[in-house]
């Protein structure tokens, strides 16, 4: 990912060479190092920082991809907008917040996928490879089975259905949890 982040640096800001920015820089001075040009304290505060940011954009989103350009541009955001940090909220903060707009804006940008409604009945993916979707559909009528074993008479609250069937609402609850229990090992691969 190093690479890529310089390479995208290199054609797009034509950096400066490094001016003696070392590893152990804080990094409030490596920002301001960034503003003054110096490749090399962008490149630190990639290091620093792009593990922990890759790992939070990938769980703000479902495609690999995105979660990459948005890390790139983030870095490519701060190259160009490090002079207007002021310090107030930390860089990881400043950094967070660049990266959390770059990939809305990104999303934003992302035709929309039509799904099948049959496909989404069906629980499968149309992403989903092969074994993905055998997998799912499996789920899929793992469940239906699940729910055919289960009573007829749904739908009622607890004191209907104890009524109805003359038991203490106590055992209706009990039954309740034992069919809770019988759903779960049902599931159970």
């Given amino acids: 990912m190093i690479g890529v982040a310089r390479a995208v640096l290199d054609a ?22 960034v503003a003054a040009g110096e490749r090399a304290a962008l490149e630190l505060l990639y290091r620093r920082h792009a593990p922990w940011l890759a790992a939070r954009l990938a769980a703000r989103t479902s495609s690999r991809d995105l979660a990459e350009e948005a890390l790139q541009d983030t870095f490519l955001a701060a190259w160009r907008g490090a002079r207007g940090y002021h310090g107030s909220g930390g860089v990881p903060a400043w950094l967070w917040g660049i990266a959390r707009r770059r990939l809305a804006s990104l999303a934003r940008r992302q035709p929309r996928v039509a799904l099948s409604l049959t496909l989404v009945a069906e629980g499968v993916d149309p992403a989903a490879g092969p074994e993905e979707a055998a997998l799912g559909q499996d789920a899929s009528a793992r469940i239906r089975a699940a729910i055919e074993h289960l009573p007829t008479d749904q739908g009622q609250s607890i004191r209907q259905a104890a009524q109805a069937t003359g038991v203490p609402e106590g055992t209706i609850k009990s039954r309740l949890h034992r069919a809770r229990l019988r759903i779960h090992q049902e599931l159970q691969p």
């Fill in 12 to 33: 797009a800001t034509g950096a400066t060479p490094e001016r003696g920015i070392t590893a152990t820089a804080a990094d409030d001075q490596l920002v301001r190092a």
